[in-house]
């Protein structure tokens, strides 16, 4: 089905003219179809936000990967090798930081619900 784009009546596929007020029908996407389009894009991929939260979980997942490397990859070889007994000496609690960046998006994105213009 198709929306006229003069009067938004619904008509067939195939309908070449409006059945309610004849208007030609334009192959191609309606006001309507566009606008939801572009809405959707927004709120899909981000919109106008889109790169700093690309930004934001490049961050995360850097952190992540270097408290990886850090207690799993150092601390095992540092058992073996003197030469890396200084990486026993650091403890890193990081549980508590991925929970913080949980808050913080969740915060983040609940504020951009309640401010986001309908």
Not at 24 to 50: A, L, N, V
Not at 60 to 78: R, S, Y
Not at 94 to 99: A, G, P, Q, R, S
Not at 101 to 112: E, K, V
Request: hydrophobic share 45%; net charge neutral.
């Amino acid at each position: 089905m198709i929306y006229c784009t003069k009067c938004g009546t619904k008509n067939d596929d195939a309908a070449e003219y409006c059945m309610k007020c004849g208007a030609p029908m334009q192959i191609g996407k309606t006001k309507h179809e566009t606008d939801w389009d572009k809405r959707c894009e927004e709120e899909c991929s981000g919109g106008r936000g889109g790169h700093q939260w690309r930004i934001f979980w490049a961050i995360v997942i850097i952190i992540i990967g270097i408290w990886i490397i850090f207690e799993l990859v150092l601390k095992e070889l540092a058992k073996t090798n003197p030469s890396l007994d200084w990486v026993n000496a650091y403890n890193f609690e990081f549980w508590w930081v991925i929970l913080a960046i949980f808050a913080i998006m969740l915060i983040i994105s609940g504020l951009r619900i309640i401010v986001r213009p309908r």
